[in-house]
């Protein structure tokens, strides 16, 4: 809280204090701002409130003094400028009932720092906000990039993109999302910046996978760069800008969330090739790994749109139990033996089937339309 005689700072809150939750609400409090967070257990809410401390999802850490929590949304919202919301991306819908009362006498802008879509609907978390809140999307903005939570959390330098339909929106959310440890860079294109936090999560999951069943470097990295071509691929087909997933939100967060034994969807994967099952692993995951709810909803929509990914088909074979993880091997995936281009899927080397046609073309609308505003 604010101290007497000191200026009042502007008041942002953050709904969720988990790991990523409350870590965001340390970047937003070390950026000069009085964050509430609501937290679902008063206990925990307490617990940061007196003793600066999350000790279940940041131990060790210690948080600013102009971070207080509570189980009251109502106090928790009240004055705030800025809302983020970090809640798991399955329940994301039932916490904005409880919250469009409140908001929807407001306009503030309201941002996800989540990064899953939703197993009912297949819709991105910010077209879950706009429909639950009824809101205008350029009130909108979303968070994504490398940003290992507890990394962040000791004050390790990273960066971050935000981003929204609005460049003012984006803009305003970035000064406020920003420290001497964090930065953060904007961009217009909400589809691909979503969609890379989602995709990178299922590709993480294949790392571990190979990573607990032993496999060794060139393995890894032949599933990190064909995954990123499938991550383009599917993102630029939903609608995405391809550059969007060269940026932080597609190659930086991919690279962090496979090589770092602190990433959840990493951790879930090491699991199954250790040859747990699907249901166990749920058990014994502490906190949610977003990329186990995302495979199905993505293959889905993967397949609406005529996307094919291997890497993600074969992870759900692994999670499905028909595949055993010591079998993976979805870089080598093939339709037939015809050599193929590196940069296309199926040997497709025309500027329509192409990844590198499609950046292409993306470029060219770049030149034409004299340059992208707020890209990262």
Same mark, same amino acid.
């Given at each position: 809280?604010?101290?007497?005689?000191?200026?009042?700072?502007?008041?942002?809150?953050?709904?969720?204090?988990?790991?990523?939750?409350?870590?965001?609400?340390?970047?937003?409090?070390?950026?000069?701002?009085?964050?509430?967070?609501?937290?679902?257990?008063?206990?925990?809410?307490?617990?940061?409130?007196?003793?600066?401390?999350?000790?279940?999802?940041?131990?060790?850490?210690?948080?600013?003094?102009?971070?207080?929590?509570?189980?009251?949304?109502?106090?928790?919202?009240?004055?705030?400028?800025?809302?983020?919301?970090?809640?798991?991306?399955?329940?994301?819908?039932?916490?904005?009932?409880?919250?469009?009362?409140?908001?929807?006498?407001?306009?503030?802008?309201?941002?996800?720092?989540?990064?899953?879509?939703?197993?009912?609907?297949?819709?991105?978390?910010?077209?879950?906000?706009?429909?639950?809140?009824?809101?205008?999307?350029?009130?909108?903005?979303?968070?994504?990039?490398?940003?290992?939570?507890?990394?962040?959390?000791?004050?390790?330098?990273?960066?971050?993109?935000?981003?929204? +339909?609005? &460049?003012?929106? =984006?803009? !305003?959310?970035?000064?406020? @999302?920003?420290?001497?440890?964090?930065?953060?860079?904007? *961009? #217009?294109?909400?589809?691909?910046?979503?969609?890379?936090?989602?995709?990178?999560?299922?590709?993480?999951?294949?790392?571990?996978?190979?990573?607990?069943?032993?496999?060794?470097?060139?393995?890894?990295?032949?599933?990190?760069?064909?995954?990123?071509?499938?991550?383009?691929?599917?993102?630029?087909?939903?609608?995405?800008?391809?550059? +969007?997933? &060269?940026?932080? =939100?597609? !190659?930086?967060?991919?690279? @962090?969330?496979?090589?770092?034994?602190?990433?959840?969807? *990493? #951790?879930?994967?090491?699991?199954?090739?250790?040859?747990?099952?699907?249901?166990?692993?749920?058990?014994?995951?502490?906190?949610?790994?977003?990329?186990?709810?995302?495979?199905?909803?993505?293959?889905?929509?993967?397949?609406?749109?005529?996307?094919?990914?291997?890497?993600?088909?074969?992870?759900?074979?692994?999670?499905?139990?028909?595949?055993?993880?010591?079998?993976?091997?979805?870089?080598?995936?093939?339709?037939?033996?015809?050599?193929?281009?590196?940069?296309?899927?199926?040997?497709?080397?025309?500027?329509?089937?192409?990844?590198?046609?499609?950046?292409?073309?993306?470029?060219?609308?770049?030149?034409?339309?004299?340059?992208?505003?707020?890209?990262?």
């Amino acid at each position: 809280m604010t101290r007497r005689g000191e200026p009042e700072l502007p008041r942002v809150a953050v709904i969720g204090a988990g790991s990523w939750g409350t870590t965001f609400g340390k970047i937003l409090a070390d950026g000069g701002a009085q964050v509430g967070m609501w937290a679902r257990r008063r206990e925990l809410a307490d617990e940061i409130t007196r003793a600066k401390r999350n000790s279940q999802y940041l131990p060790g850490i210690n948080l600013p003094r102009t971070m207080w929590a509570s189980d009251d949304l109502h106090a928790v919202l009240d004055g705030a400028e800025l809302v983020f919301l970090s809640v798991p991306s399955q329940a994301l819908r039932h916490n904005l009932k409880g919250l469009r009362p409140i908001l929807s006498r407001t306009d503030q802008p309201v941002i996800s720092l989540m990064k899953g879509v939703e197993k009912r609907t297949n819709l991105r978390m910010s077209e879950v906000i706009e429909q639950e809140l009824r809101c205008d999307p350029d009130r909108i903005a979303v968070a994504s990039g490398p940003n290992l939570a507890l990394e962040i959390a000791r004050e390790q330098p990273t960066a971050a993109v935000i981003s929204s +339909t609005s &460049q003012e929106t =984006a803009e !305003l959310v970035a000064r406020r @999302a920003r420290n001497h440890y964090f930065r953060t860079f904007v *961009n #217009t294109d909400v589809i691909g910046t979503e969609f890379g936090g989602v995709l990178k999560n299922l590709i993480a999951v294949a790392i571990g996978i190979v990573d607990g069943v032993g496999y060794g470097e060139n393995t890894k990295a032949s599933i990190i760069t064909r995954g990123l071509v499938e991550m383009t691929d599917f993102a630029v087909a939903m609608g995405a800008r391809a550059e +969007t997933l &060269q940026g932080l =939100a597609g !190659l930086g967060d991919l690279i @962090a969330t496979c090589q770092s034994p602190l990433s959840r969807n *990493n #951790t879930a994967g090491r699991l199954l090739g250790q040859g747990y099952s699907f249901q166990d692993v749920v058990k014994q995951m502490q906190q949610t790994a977003e990329g186990l709810a995302s495979v199905t909803p993505v293959l889905t929509l993967a397949r609406e749109h005529d996307v094919q990914m291997p890497i993600v088909e074969q992870v759900k074979m692994v999670l499905d139990g028909d595949l055993d993880p010591r079998q993976i091997a979805p870089h080598l995936t093939t339709d037939d033996d015809t050599p193929q281009g590196e940069r296309t899927q199926n040997g497709q080397a025309s500027r329509s089937g192409s990844v590198w046609g499609k950046i292409q073309r993306a470029l060219d609308q770049l030149r034409n339309s004299g340059g992208s505003a707020g890209s990262d």
